[in-house]
């Protein structure tokens, strides 16, 4: 089973050398910290800064550079800043070759649900909405199961939607699936988890087809 950095290392399996890439907040945000050194890839944040790096060291924090999440960053050699108006143009022209969100449901025909519970006071949908409707490669960072041990891959979200009908992997503590036109494919297994617990833990459509290998990280 994977805890949040490993998710993130598995995903940063994805990222391709020339990539540009939105990373959302939470887990999506740490995989930077774990792309290869052999590629160049461009990490988008929706709040203006293009080439963001790692996570900075304790006690290297500069407070004025902070991704979507208001999280401290780095921004690597290159990097450019720039408005909300250009950031989200970069979005919405489909600039950007991958995004990478987490989420609190996905359905099995791609839907995803990531920005509000209902009763709990938000501040409104932000830029998921435009990067779920101009994305065509969105992966999702998230725990396959909810505290109460209750299935996030469904086969239909219960919470509010952001995007419908598009997400295309989805990479959690026990598996990576893809999804299909016939519901969630599995891909891998994460170290020390069998199918069987996967089965156990998705109640969308799960198609197993062959031997299913344990991820490599």
């Not at 407070?63 to 290159?78: E, F, H, M």
């Not at 990531?114 to 999702?140: F, R, T, Y």
């Not at 893809?178 to 996967?198: Q, W």
């Amino acid at each position: 089973m994977l805890d949040k950095n490993g998710i993130a290392k598995r995903i940063a399996q994805e990222v391709k050398d020339g990539y540009y890439v939105n990373l959302g907040i939470g887990i999506p945000t740490l995989v930077a910290n774990f792309v290869r050194d052999d590629i160049e890839v461009e990490f988008q944040s929706e709040n203006g800064i293009l080439g963001m790096g790692p996570f900075p060291f304790e006690g290297e924090e500069d407070p004025d550079l902070i991704n979507a999440g208001k999280q401290t960053i780095t921004a690597l050699p290159g990097a450019s800043y720039f408005d909300s108006a250009m950031s989200f143009g970069m979005i919405r022209g489909q600039h950007v070759d991958l995004t990478i969100l987490g989420a609190m449901e996905v359905a099995e025909n791609g839907d995803i649900a990531n920005w509000k519970i209902p009763g709990k006071m938000v501040k409104g949908m932000g830029g998921a909405m435009d990067l779920v409707a101009s994305a065509e490669n969105i992966i999702v960072a998230m725990m396959h199961t909810n505290r109460a041990g209750e299935s996030k891959l469904l086969k239909k979200c219960s919470l509010p939607l952001t995007g419908v009908g598009c997400v295309t992997k989805i990479v959690t503590n026990l598996a990576v699936l893809e999804v299909t036109e016939k519901g969630f494919k599995l891909l891998e297994r994460a170290p020390g988890v069998s199918v069987e617990e996967i089965k156990e833990a998705t109640e969308g459509t799960l198609i197993v087809e062959g031997e299913i290998p344990e991820m490599k990280l």
